[in-house]
């Protein structure tokens, strides 16, 4: 059976570890100094609950709350990770006016998506309670992870959950 092919975008404020997260998960390391504006789409072939995928994911260099949704960001993905740091309480704002924009330019009622609040090993300055996190996902009828990139923590549940999110909607669409 041919792979199904997954694009997933990988959204949130300036450093907040889009693009270690998916190093850690494609390569299995840990980079601690990426280059920030580096756009890259990464592929990885992951097999879940009996079927293979084919997992494209772009890294995004970042949006800010001037960010402008970039129109080729709302066509053609499956989902959508959007990630904060839980040590930024202004990335956790950024995300969630990602998401408003997000919403208003994929123009469907229900988009896939999973919010990561990352860098959990940062325990001591933490600004972001796990609460809020969960809180913030459940208004959004969103997914939530907590993940250190840095440990590879949950890194590989928070993949597994964008494709679980885009299986449930693609079901929710057929039975339409
Ligand atoms: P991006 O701008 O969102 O792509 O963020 P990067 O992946 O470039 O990471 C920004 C900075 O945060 C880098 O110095 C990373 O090493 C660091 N970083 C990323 N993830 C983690 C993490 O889970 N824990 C810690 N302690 N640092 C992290
Ligand atoms: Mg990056």
Redesign the pocket.
């Known amino acids: 059976m041919p792979s199904k092919q997954r694009k997933i975008a990988m959204m949130?404020?300036?450093?907040?570890?889009?693009?270690?997260?998916i190093i850690q998960f494609v390569e299995g390391q840990?980079?601690?100094?990426?280059d920030?504006t580096i756009e890259n789409t990464f592929t990885k072939f992951i097999r879940l609950n009996s079927t293979e995928y084919e997992v494209k994911l772009v890294?995004t260099a970042?949006q800010d709350e001037y960010s402008i949704f970039p129109l080729q960001y709302s066509m053609d993905f499956h989902g959508y990770v959007l990630?904060y740091s839980i040590t930024s309480s202004k990335s956790f704002q950024i995300v969630q006016i990602i998401y408003d924009k997000l919403l208003d330019m994929v123009g469907k009622i229900h988009v896939p998506i999973v919010l990561v609040g990352?860098?959990?090993?940062?325990h001591l300055e933490r600004k972001i309670s796990t609460d809020e996190g969960k809180r913030l996902a459940e208004k959004w009828k969103a997914a939530f992870v907590e993940?250190?990139?840095?440990?590879n923590e949950s890194v590989t549940d928070m993949f597994h959950a964008i494709l679980s999110e885009i299986e449930r909607s693609d079901g929710h669409i057929q039975e339409k």
């Open positions: 949130g404020y300036r450093s907040v570890g889009k693009s270690s997260l840990f980079v601690d100094s990426y920030p890294d970042g990630v990352n860098k959990t090993d940062l993940t250190s990139a840095k440990r």
